[in-house]
Every structure is written in structure tokens, then in C-alpha cells.
T-cell receptor
Framework: QKEVEQDPGPLSVPEGAIVSLNCTYS??????FMWYRQYSRKGPELLMY????GNKEDGRFTAQVDKSSKYISLFIRDSQPSDSATYLC?????????????FGQGTTLQVKP | NAGVMQNPRHLVRRRGQEARLRCSPM?????VYWYRQLPEEGLKFMVY????????ESGMPKERFSAEFPKEGPSILRIQQVVRGDSAAYFC????????????FGSGTRLTVV
């Protein structure tokens, strides 16, 4: 079983739609849960991070963590063509001095005008 | 405030040559991480360095790959005797401390081995 599972898509939605992106994980030692956005030919950019179960909102983005089910989600409201990118979930063990993030494969999102 | 700077952006090497990838972390960041992104795969951790120290190199291939972060100057990822399978995007990230989140990534170096 992979440590992190993420559907690679691609996911195509019309402008204005609500987008739901998901990852499952198997390692209960993960303490930080992150979402990165990566545009083509660019480096990943941190969108949101959280360390607790529940929801965290930032503008049009909501990150949701369910530790009991080992499942995290990213919701994008009122999606825009500029949201077209690859979205990567990432996990870490916290400040355990390892410096290692474990990434999902990434989901490619296309928002059509 | 410049972000994480990586150069070159693109690097072409023939099989058997050496590749040297450079990374200058953000100002004030003393922790550097290298990741590799192969086609159709996610980012994979390679190595974590602090100034003059390798903290975790568990993701580095055992042979041909090495990394350093000297007291002065950028961090260097060195690949000796490159093979076609080394073709990938190599990303560097930095952080002010290793707190498990909040790493800032550079734009990457795309290595092509011909």
C-alpha cells in the first residue's frame, strides 16, 4: 500500500464550479497536512497547511482533515481559469528534524472559461 | 526579497558527464531540501542539509549523487556520470527552521540527459 494516494486526474470543471481534491494516507504519524499548487514548469507553492482535524478556510480555499479516516481534502469555491494547475497534497511528521515531506502524485485541474 | 534561486533552469548533459545544480535559499533560511520530480510522478525527497551538515540523505541514490551546503555560497546537488534515468526536474526548498511545514520551493532545474 502506498503511503499517500491521490487521484492524478485530470479533472476538468467549468468556471465557477466547486472543486474537491482528495488524498488518503496510511501513516498515522503524520502531523502536518499541506496542499501545494504547482503551475506548469514552476515550483510548488504552499497553499494551506494544518495540523488538526477539521476545516481551515482561506478565501476561496478550504482544507479539511479527517485523521480518523486518514483522509484530507481541498475545496476550491468559485473556481477560476487561473486555478488551472496541479495540486499536490503533502504530509510531514512535524518538527522531528527529518526535513522530509511526503507528496501525493498530484491532481491536474483544468478550469474552463 | 528574492525567493529560492535555482540555476541553471535547464541543463542538458550527455551520458557520463557530471551535472551540478545550484540552490541559493531565501535570505535568513538555513535549512535546504532537495526533491526530484520524475515524469508522471510526484515529488520525492532526496536530502536535507543545514550549513556544512547533511541531516538526512535517506532519499539519495547510493551512488553518483552527492549534496553539500557550504558555510559560504549555494547548496550544490552533484550527479556524476549521468544516465538517461536521471532526467527529471530537481527542486530545492528552504525554510528558516525545520518545523515540518512552510517550505518555499524554487522553480527547479530541468535536467535532460541525452
Amino acid at each position: 500500500q502506498k503511503e499517500v494516494e491521490q487521484d492524478p486526474g485530470p479533472l476538468s470543471v467549468p468556471e465557477g464550479a466547486i472543486v474537491s481534491l482528495n488524498c488518503t494516507y496510511s501513516n498515522s504519524a503524520f502531523q502536518y497536512f499541506m496542499w501545494y499548487r504547482q503551475y506548469s514548469r514552476k515550483g510548488p507553492e504552499l497553499l494551506m497547511y494544518t495540523y488538526s482535524s477539521g476545516n481551515k478556510e482561506d478565501g476561496r480555499f478550504t482544507a479539511q482533515v479527517d485523521k480518523s479516516s486518514k483522509y484530507i481534502s481541498l475545496f476550491i469555491r468559485d473556481s477560476q481559469p487561473s486555478d488551472s494547475a496541479t495540486y499536490l497534497c503533502a504530509f510531514s511528521h512535524g518538527s522531528s528534524n527529518t526535513g522530509k515531506l511526503i507528496f501525493g502524485q498530484g491532481t491536474t485541474l483544468q478550469v474552463k472559461p | 526579497n528574492a525567493g529560492v534561486m535555482q540555476n541553471p533552469r535547464h541543463l542538458v548533459r550527455r551520458r557520463g558527464q557530471e551535472a551540478r545544480l545550484r540552490c541559493s535559499p531565501m535570505k535568513g533560511h538555513s535549512h535546504v531540501y532537495w526533491y526530484r520530480q520524475l515524469p508522471e510522478e510526484g515529488l520525492k525527497f532526496m536530502v536535507y542539509l543545514q550549513k556544512e551538515n547533511i541531516i538526512d540523505e535517506s532519499g539519495m541514490p547510493k551512488e553518483r549523487f552527492s549534496a553539500e551546503f557550504p558555510k559560504e555560497g549555494p547548496s550544490i546537488l552533484r550527479i556524476q556520470q549521468v544516465v538517461r534515468g536521471d532526467s527529471a526536474a530537481y527542486f530545492c526548498a528552504s525554510s528558516p527552521q525545520d518545523r515540518g511545514y512552510g517550505y518555499t520551493f524554487g522553480s527547479g532545474t530541468r535536467l535532460t540527459v541525452v
